[in-house]
């Protein structure tokens, strides 16, 4: 409890600090005994608030760059060092900056006017130490504002705000070879039925939204027929391929999104079975080549991506 006294005094003095008397009211005796500034402390302080700051913009700097390996753990560090700095320096403040002392008194009546002002001294007071209380406000203030941006910056995540246009950029054109995860080519005759397989284009990212294709083979005589990965719902990954079990409701093979169990029917073009997705998984024409590996025929029958930002406008 003591611990927690401190720091909530700590934190009011630095706050509101040391306010000049007033002219008005006669200069009381202090309550609080008069300090030796410590400036050694307060560099300490101003050191450890600029290191805070420095890791949570390096936690920003982390997610900013997106293609660091292990960055999650590094995220995790920048972020957790920076609030441990945080609080050693409001330790140290405690500690070393905040003039405390224990006194012994009756319990006050409550609102008494008395009481307050000298609440007010033992505040004012308990700051004597403090050389350069702007300065280490200032500090304070970029370490918890920093801290707050990079609390903020995982909001970039939801999806793009400026550039929604990436939406409609896709790697497919006619002639694209499908590949595999090793980047090996997608030959027609290794498709089988009842199986779901993910293809990527040749020579093209595979972190762009319109990269990733399921792939299946349906019963005669439909064939090979290929989709994009990304469910028009909320933009999770197609990654289940429901065989039928019961043929009064689940007549034929469909794509399904785990997410929220959006069912597409491959033999109908990517058509909503089920589920909250608003508009069919935009399917890819194939054509087989000479030497009987898959080819794009040419781009999305649709937009690719989840349902938003006027999409069903384009
Ligand atoms: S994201 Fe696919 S069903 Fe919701």
């Excluded at 441990?84 to 900056?97: G, S």
């Excluded at 970039?156 to 070879?177: I, K, M, N, V, Y």
């Excluded at 349906?218 to 090979?224: A, T």
């Excluded at 391929?241 to 069912?263: D, G, I, M, N, W």
Aim: hydrophobic content about 40%; proline content about 8%; overall charge positive.
């Amino acid at each position: 409890m003591t611990r927690v006294k401190d720091f909530l005094i700590a934190a009011v003095v630095l706050a509101f600090g040391r306010r000049r008397p007033s002219r008005a009211r006669p200069a009381a005796p202090r309550v609080v005994s008069a300090g030796t500034p410590d400036r050694r402390a307060e560099n300490v302080v101003l050191g450890l608030f600029a290191a805070a700051a420095l890791c949570a913009a390096a936690f920003i700097a982390f997610y900013a760059l997106d293609r660091l390996g292990s960055q999650t753990q590094w995220l995790g560090l920048a972020r957790g060092l920076s609030f441990a700095l945080l609080a050693v320096a409001c330790m140290v403040i405690a500690r070393r900056l905040v003039v405390a002392e224990e006194n012994a008194h009756p319990y006050p009546e409550p609102e008494h006017p008395d009481e307050q002002q000298t609440i007010e001294q033992i505040v004012e007071e308990s700051g004597s130490r403090f050389t350069r209380r702007k300065l280490i406000v200032l500090a304070g203030s970029g370490a918890v504002g920093t801290l707050g941006l990079a609390a903020l910056t995982p909001a970039a995540s939801l999806g793009p705000a400026l550039d929604t246009e990436q939406l409609d950029r896709t790697p497919w054109r006619r002639g694209r070879r499908l590949v595999d995860d090793a980047g090996q080519p997608i030959a027609a005759a290794d498709i089988e039925e009842e199986s779901f397989y993910t293809a990527y284009p040749e020579g093209a990212s595979r972190e762009l939204l319109g990269s990733p294709l399921v792939v299946v083979r349906l019963p005669k005589p439909r064939g090979i027929v290929a989709f994009s990965k990304i469910c028009t719902h909320a933009g999770c990954a197609v990654s289940l391929y429901r065989k039928p079990t019961f043929a009064q409701t689940e007549p034929r093979p469909a794509l399904v999104c785990p997410c929220h169990y959006s069912t597409f029917d491959p033999a109908d073009g990517g058509k909503v079975l089920f589920g909250p997705a608003g508009r069919p998984l935009p399917q890819l024409p194939l054509f087989v080549d000479g030497d009987g590996n898959l080819r794009a025929a040419g781009g999305f029958t649709g937009r690719i991506g989840p349902s938003w930002s006027g999409v069903r406008q384009r």
